[in-house]
């Protein structure tokens, strides 16, 4: 009789999102009086760049023909030479020096922090901020690293709370941690950490022997200059980081599906080489992303890719000061939107996260995130996303602001 991965069967089943789903079919389902306005899951709206369009025609085309037709890709793992050199130079650009076999090319930037699991040992402590990505924690519980679910937390997790006291990013802890997940700019709190805080916590994982595994899906949106786009800007951080970055939102690829991480080969850890592991990792179960999509990605980094994503991502920065300025004027605390495309919204008078969605949701139609489904530290707080359309961010702020008055 098979026996099933019983950690699968100790996860809480998924409760953020589905609740978010059936509260808001309920509430659609009585005729509400405006129409519903979704600022809660976090996904982009605006179509792909002309210059992507463009690279994925003539890519379809060249599949078309015997004499350009490509199989599987025999580069290393999977990606393209063009695709990991215009990445290695869009570092370097920044002035961060990368080699191009240290960049694994992938079809998601969410299955790379889930997989990367698998070069890690199960007996590893792993610390995860709070609130945070659910990816990290439940891909950890899956393993068997997390423990058990108390109802609250994973008993194996170390939770580094994240607060308005300190800034939204974590102090040291008191037990130290093999593993330790850092996202910023971050999901779901908005907001960016300086080389300042950066610089901590890898000289506390080179100190200890901890990998840090950095997640910068949304650097494209940090405004601010002096917040680091990459972990390796930060000193000594290629002999204890791994960092992970995505075309999602960068280029809006929710749909496209292209991503990358990079792990340097000065990244040593238990006697092995965390690059060939990872490399031996995806050679054996990972066979690359399509060609079309990879040529895709490639023209992202082209002086006119370039200019059309930044309009992109400036017409959700302007969602987000439009959230930002219009929440703080009705007398609500609100934190991110200036390096990332969140808002963190303090709830008024201590209110729980699920009262005030529930408010929002009922008396001005609108659908948010609770802050307590990212974590407790999350309780008192919503997230709202600036994805959305201009006119329907604005009518939204606006609902906001007349409920409350
Ligand atoms: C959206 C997001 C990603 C990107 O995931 P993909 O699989 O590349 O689409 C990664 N990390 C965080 C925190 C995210 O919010």
Redesign the pocket.
Known sequence: MVKVNDNFLKLPGGYLFPEIGRRTRAFAAQNPPMPLIRMGI?DVTLPLAPAVIDAMHKATEEMGHKETFRGYCEETCGAYDFLRFAIRDSYKATGVDIADDEIFVSD????D?GNIGDIFSVDNVVAVCDPV?PVYVDTNAMAGRAGDYDGEKWTNLVYLPCTAENGFFPDLPARVPDIIYI?SPN?PTGTAATAEQLKVWVDYANKHGSVILF?S?YEAFISEPGIPHSIYEIPGAKTCAIE?R?F??TAGF?GNRC?YTVIPKALERGGANLNALWNRRQGTKFNGVAYVIQRAAEATFTPEGQAQIKESIAYYHNNANVIRHGLQAAGLTVYGGTNAPYIWCRTPDGMPSWDFFDLLLHKACVVTTPGAGFGPSGEGYIRLTAFGDADATREAVERITSILH
């Open positions: 976090g998601g930037a969410k299955s922090c990505y996202c999901n997640d899906a992970f995505s999602s939102k929710t991503a």
